[in-house]
Structure formats: C-alpha cells, structure tokens
C-alpha cells in the first residue's frame, strides 16, 4: 500500500466533501467496559438504568449490536477508526511493559475527522491505545489522534474505581482523585464543557466518554449496591453480582448529570449520543443465552448494546433489528457531518444513517463483519446475514499464555481449520453447527472469511520486527 500522509487524506476528503446535514451535531460517545447485552434496563437487565434507557426512548436501539472485538483495546481501535483493528496497529489487549503495539499515528480517526470539520474534540476516561510513558516511548499520545483535550488512565483505574491515582491530564499525571471513575469522568467533562462556555467557544463539540465501570478491579456507593443484595451477595466479594450492578448503576448515575447539563443548557435537541460497551461481559449471567462471554468469539462475547439518540435527527423509540456495530461509527459520522473518506482508505463498516433515519431501503452492508482475537479458542469469525462462521487456528501457542508480538508472522501467515457455522436467527445460542449439514454456504463463507483476512493482515504491523 502506497503511504500517503494522514493530512493528504483529510484535505482530500474536504475536497471531495457533498451535502451536509443544516447543522453539524455536537457528539458524544459514552462507552462502557465489560459490560453485558443483559445489563442494562432497556435490554432487559436488572439494573436500575434511567438516564441510559431515556437514551432509548428519545432515540434508535438497536436489537443486535456488536463491539469490534471480544476484549478492549482492539474493540477500542475498532471503533476510533472504522477499520478492523489489526489494520491499525492492534493485535490483542495492550499490555504496556512487554508490547510495543499502539494505534498507529497514521491512522484516519472520528476526532481527526471532526477536527477538519470545525469541531473541538476531548477525550475522558479509559484509554487502553498506547501511551508513551512505559519501556516504549514512541508510542504516540490522544493528541496526534486528534484531541484537543484528555484526561485519561492507560488501562484500568486503579488501584480500582474509588479514588484513582492514574489520571493523566494532557500529558501530566494528576495523583489520587477523589470520588468514583465515572463521576470523576464525567466531572472532568462537564468542566471542560462550561470552560468553552465561559470562553464563549461554538459548538459543534465531541466527547469520547470511555468508562472504566464494570471492568475488574471495582468498587461503587453503598447506595449504588444495596438494591441488587441477594442473598449470600454481601456486595464485598470481587465477584459480586451485587457491586458490578453496583458499579453500572453508578455510571447511569453519572451520565444523569451529564443529560442534565445538556438539556439545561439546550443542547440535547442537536446532539448526538452514542451508547455501547467495549465487548460482552465478564459475567456468563450478564450475556442473556448467548453463547461464550468476554473473549470469545462467539456471540456473549461480541454483543453488547447500542443505542443512539438524536432527537433533531434520528427517530425516537425505535428498535432496529439489522445487526450493525462499532466498526460502522465511523462511516455514519462521516455521513451526518458530510464528510467523505478517500478510496485509498479501507473501511471493514457500513453507515448507519438509512437505518437511523427512516430509510432502511438504502443500507448495504458493505462486507461481512469480521473479528480475530489471538486468545479465543474460536480465533476468527465473520457474521453475513443470518449466518456466522468461526474457526480455530490451524496452529498452537502455549495454552494460557497471554499475547506475544512474537506470535504475529503465524497470525499472519497460517490459516484455519474446523469451521464452525450458525444460524443466528433461528439458533442464536449458537448449539446446531450446521458445517457438515450446509457445505455449499460453509464454502461461500468461508471464501468470504478468507478474503477479508487476507486483506486485514496485509495491513497488520510487524512489531515483532526490530525496526518497528
């Protein structure tokens, strides 16, 4: 592929920009992680979620929803790009001390996006992409993808979510923060947004709110965990049901204030708002029937929510049944902002704005959806239609090993055997491998698979090498 500078692509793309909506929506992003299909209110969970299930009523849920990938920071690369993330730098989880993987600078992302189009763009919460203040100091920081603000952890909050000490504000480390991740998170936004305020700054605007709520290690209010008490449920344990209700009814808590300020401020009518989670739960419990949880491939790891409000824009009440994901964000916020991405770009997503918008006649999906993790048993998969494929490895690492960069010319250049195939409308649970029953579609998909996989790993880093 012919290296063409990241500003080349955008100046192009203004070029080439067509019709854009009367007015560019402010927009946010509200993403959680590790949470469930089965979580929240408005998909049938069991935790107390107003402010997230308003998102709902006043706008479009989507019935089918999956994350880019079954962990964070590919899911993550994923949906900052609209590319499969292995085209962008990420393997697998990024683990900082042993791994030199980051998104890469070269990459297109939502905010640089923006950013051409006339937006102020900030960054708050979970980042999990690479930073440059471990062993590999090369990595590049959110702003040379296009933030103007962050405040961030590199992965978790630790030591869990009551009183972070790994805050990072613009580059500076800010020491143990009082209170809750999410309401630290949120704070921090509604500071940055009555700043602009104050300073008389414009919208458009657009926030990346990335939770650390439900992931491990956690903690939440007392008042946020007694209501999901059972018995035997202390809400202490590491593993409670109680404390990760807990922790979920916390973040809908702090999204509550941020809705407030919204309205108050008379910004809700023309913002866009974005809900999902990073990948499926943790917790078996928490996926509904679904088969597999967080790190398979199989549908509890990949579903997740999906929700998006609009009231200017986008239909209220509305559920939609056409799966879609996070690796269509891009292509959809290209479309209402008018912005057209070079050719030279490829896209694994499909704009969602026909679905959104009332006219479901004009989506096409543009290719299969596609995941590859390393550590999943299943270690590729694709959905198209009704139908997933998913496949193991025809080749062995060490059993419980975590990613190695070293593994990544296997990745790349072997294959896959024992395709597993499924019906999602009529067996979503993922029990009747049709493979030996259907070998006429198991071919056509797996072509299908194989192809999209060629074109992904042509464009996978080498890291492993020394001059990476």
């Not at 900052?80 to 989880?93: A, D, E, F, K, V």
């Not at 962050?150 to 990072?168: C, G, V």
């Not at 593994?407 to 009529?426: A, C, Q, S």
Request: glycine share 8%.
């Amino acid at each position: 592929m012919k290296m063409i500078s990241k500003n080349h692509f955008l100046y192009g793309a203004l070029l080439f920009t067509t019709a854009m909506f009367a007015k560019d929506p402010n927009i946010i992003f509200l993403l959680a992680d590790d949470l469930g299909l089965r979580d929240v209110g408005c998909y049938g969970g069991p935790i107390r979620t107003p402010a997230i299930d308003s998102l709902a009523e006043k706008g479009t849920r989507f019935t089918t929803f999956y994350s880019g990938s079954a962990v964070c920071s590919p899911s993550r690369a994923t949906m900052l790009t609209g590319r499969q993330h292995i085209r962008t730098g990420i393997y697998s989880w990024v683990h900082e001390p042993s791994q030199k993987s980051h998104l890469l600078e070269r990459e297109v992302t939502i905010p640089e996006v923006l950013k051409e189009q006339g937006y102020s763009t900030a960054h708050f919460g979970k980042w999990h992409l690479g930073l440059p203040y471990g062993k590999h100091k090369n990595k590049p920081t959110p702003d040379k993808h296009g933030f103007d603000y962050w405040f961030l952890t590199e992965n978790n909050a630790s030591p869990n979510h009551k009183n972070p000490y790994n805050f990072i504000r613009n580059g500076t480390p800010i020491g143990k923060t009082k209170g809750y991740s999410c309401r630290i998170v949120i704070d921090e936004a509604l500071d940055w947004l009555q700043k602009r305020q104050m300073e008389n700054h414009e919208p458009p605007f657009f926030l990346n709110i990335w939770f650390h709520e439900p992931h491990k290690k956690m903690a939440a209010p007392d008042e946020c965990i007694y209501p999901y008490l059972t018995d035997g449920d202390t809400g202490v344990g590491k593993d409670s049901a109680a404390l990760y209700s807990g922790t979920i009814d916390n973040t809908d808590r702090a999204i509550k204030e941020l809705l407030h300020y919204l309205e108050e401020q008379n910004l809700m009518e023309d913002t866009l708002i974005v809900y999902s989670s990073d990948n499926g739960s943790f917790r078996s419990d928490r996926v509904g029937v679904l088969k597999g949880k967080k790190g398979s491939n199989y549908e509890g790891g990949l579903r997740v929510p999906g929700i998006f409000c609009w009231p200017a824009k986008i239909r209220s009440g509305i559920q939609i049944e056409e799966p879609a994901g996070l690796v269509d964000l891009m292509a959809t916020i290209c479309d209402f902002v008018g912005y057209k991405m070079p050719a030279e770009i490829h896209m694994d997503g499909s704009s969602l704005q026909p679905l959104l918008t009332g006219a479901p006649q004009n989506f096409k999906r543009l290719q299969p959806f596609f995941w590859h993790f390393a550590e999943s048993k299943q270690i590729v998969g694709i959905r198209d239609g009704n139908y997933s494929l998913l496949a193991y490895p025809d080749y062995e690492f060490s059993k419980g090993e975590k990613f190695n960069e070293a593994w990544i010319p296997t990745i790349k250049e072997e294959g896959y055997r024992d395709f597993e195939l499924y019906d999602l409308v009529n067996d979503p649970m993922q029990e009747d491998d049709l493979a030996k029953q259907r070998p006429e579609l198991l071919l056509s998909l797996k072509n299908k698979l194989l192809k999209i996989n060629a074109s992904v790993m042509a464009e996978g880093s080498d890291w492993h090498l020394d001059s990476q």
